[in-house]
């Protein structure tokens, strides 16, 4: 599954999402139509880019829907949106609501944002139309309407909230209130830490990182998303994968509060019961709208041909990191899980919001990635931590390159990649790491199946016994006799143009573990008990009822099987980013 053959080095809007009111143009317009009124504000602008909010406001009669347009005349281009769906051609913009603020009663404000280029000048849009109508502040009479309104393809079993929940209200801003209670996540990033942040010369400081926080669902404090470049203008070295905000299910999630469920173990279970990862292994991933097929079970690389069987909205963070010896023992990452998905012709919704530190594979070991094959004999390393790490044994769990493949190289074994019609030489681009899990709930009148996939295409580390804590650097053996592959040619590149060999961890290196597929995988939710329902951090014991040490979960729907959702492949470098990440 050689990905990067035809990847892309996506260069999303993610060196400008974080964007604040300090020194930036503050420009408020209003503009009036038939039965609404817009404002538009710019609320921070710097060279070449800006941040923008829109808030509309309904004077007619309500809408269930709503599509606002407006046209730039001086060339601005929308990068980034949140809270809606915003799409461009020309001048002409097109907003249209996300799945949980569709709804503006009569009187009531429906609010978006989102970040744009401009170049010469950034002039406010002169007139906004809602639903086809142009804004003029007032409400003037209209034909009679239409005796019935046509409701929407789908309910959602809850009525999301249509303004952002409680989360930071000075994300990226200032630090948390001083009386607030901090998760250990949170105190990990607050000093200067390799398994918090540790900046280098140059980096962002420690202060300005921990001014991204959010609170937790039991009230404290932790980290969370944040882009590769703070406005102040300086990098962070690490990304943490797709913007939130740009998810459909963010107005009812907010920002993901990193290592949650680290801390109900810390509040919980005995010291050796613990489990803590490193920052900047969190990555978050968020898909809208992605097409279920019928017939998808997940094992071709392309999906196949067939009718739409639903269509699903996810925003998930698990934790992965591929530069440290973590993951050759120990099975549990934290997965923060929102999906929802809705049957096509009006079929039924089903929706999950479960939080969990879930296993991959057995503990203590891992098994070898696709080189110099799949299915290989599992490799025991050391005791996991914690020590009583749950076992999956329904997937491949975590498959990480090692020396046999170094040795598969060597002799020139081949394998089939699904982009060329003949088997291809295993080069050192193809040391990549595929974690597979199968999670399920089963209990207390719900019955919840997540098996998803994983798949990091240029981590920086394999697994090396020889080595010190085991591990070995894959740009190094671009320095080697071995055949290289795409990464090692471009590592050569910058070798020739400089003159020394790259570093593990230098932002130079293709080896930073940037380039991710996250597939959902296999989902299934049948509930036919309460909707919320309480486990263990690792998610057994489903209860009716809260217990020590038991997470809040949120199971919606009777599917009857289960569907495959595929979810996207991204590159995540952008200037900066460099190992560990």
């Keep these: 599954m050689r990905s990067h053959r035809y990847r892309s080095r996506l260069w999303s809007a993610v ?64 990068t980034q949106a949140w809270n809606a769906t915003v799409s461009q051609s020309g001048g002409q913009v097109t907003a249209r609501n996300a799945s949980y603020n569709g709804t503006i009663a009569t009187g009531a404000t429906s609010s978006f944002g989102f970040n744009g ?8 849009p002169t007139s906004f139309a809602l639903n086809g109508t142009t804004c003029t502040g007032s409400v003037t009479p209209t034909s009679a309407p239409p005796s019935t309104t046509a409701p929407p393809t789908t309910t959602p079993p809850t009525t999301a909230p249509t303004t952002v929940p409680p989360g930071d209200p000075t994300w990226g801003t200032a630090l948390p209130p001083a009386s607030a209670p901090k998760s250990r996540a949170y105190e990990l990033i607050a000093t200067a830490n390799e398994k918090g942040y540790l900046p280098r010369s140059g980096e962002c400081s420690v ?20 882009p590769t ?60 709208n992605s097409n279920v097929i019928q017939g998808d079970n997940g094992t071709s690389f392309f999906p196949p041909q067939g009718p739409t069987i639903a269509v699903c909205d996810v925003l998930l963070k698990f934790h992965q990191g591929t530069h440290s010896p973590d993951a050759f023992t120990n099975n549990v990452h934290e997965l923060l899980l929102h999906q929802r998905c809705a049957g096509s012709n009006n079929g039924p919704v089903t929706e999950a ?21 799949f299915g290989r004999p599992f490799i025991n390393v050391a005791p996991p931590v914690p020590a009583d790490s749950p076992s999956d044994t329904r997937s491949l769990g975590r498959l990480i390159a090692e020396t046999s493949c170094i040795q598969a190289i060597r002799e020139g074994r081949t394998h089939n990649d699904p982009l060329y019609p003949n088997p291809v030489p ?25 098996a998803p996939l994983f798949y990091v295409v240029n981590p920086s580390r394999y697994y090396d016994p020889s080595r010190p804590n085991n591990m070995g650097r894959i740009v190094d053996l671009c320095y080697t006799d071995l055949a290289g592959g795409d990464y090692c040619a471009e590592a050569h590149r910058v070798t020739q143009q400089t003159g020394q060999q790259l570093a593990w961890d230098d932002p130079r290196s293709p080896f930073k573990g940037t380039l991710r597929e996250f597939r959902p995988g296999t989902f299934m939710v049948n509930n ?13 014991n489903p209860s009716s009822t809260p217990f020590p040490g038991s997470i ?10 289960g569907m495959y959702v595929r979810g996207s492949i991204k590159d995540y470098a952008a200037t900066g980013v460099h190992a560990p990440n």
């Design 426 to 450: 295993f080069t050192v681009s193809d040391m990549d790491d595929f974690w597979f899990s199968d999670t399920r709930v089963s209990g207390n009148g719900v019955t919840f199946q997540l």
């Design 528 to 540: 036919t008990g309460p909707a919320t329902v309480y486990t263990d951090v690792y998610g057994r």
């Design 229 to 288: 470049r703070d406005p102040s203008g300086c990098y962070f070295g690490h990304e943490h994968g797709d913007d939130p905000r740009t998810s459909d299910l963010y107005g009812t999630n907010g920002w993901p509060a990193f290592g949650y469920t680290s801390e109900v173990m810390l509040d919980s279970m005995p010291d050796h019961s613990h489990r803590h990862e490193d920052h900047v292994g969190h990555k978050v991933l968020v898909v809208n």
């Design 117 to 124: 280029s401009w170049n010469g000048s950034n002039t406010v």
């Design 353 to 373: 919001r479960f939080n969990a530190m879930i296993p991959l594979g057995r503990p203590g070991g891992f098994s070898p990635s696709e080189c110099p094959g």
């Design 207 to 226: 202060e300005i990182h921990a001014r991204y926080w959010t609170f937790g669902p039991d009230g404290k404090v932790y980290p969370t998303w944040h």
């Design 552 to 561: 809040k979960q949120y199971f919606s729907g009777n599917q009857g099987s």
């Design 15 to 78: 060196t400008a999402t974080a964007v604040v009111v300090t020194g930036g143009v503050a420009v408020t317009a209003a503009y009036a139509a038939t039965g609404c009124r817009v404002t538009y504000s710019v609320a921070s602008q710097w060279t070449n880019g800006f941040t923008a909010n829109v808030a509309i406001t309904n004077l007619g009669d309500p809408v269930s829907t709503w599509t606002l347009t407006w046209t730039y005349a001086n060339g601005q281009q929308v």
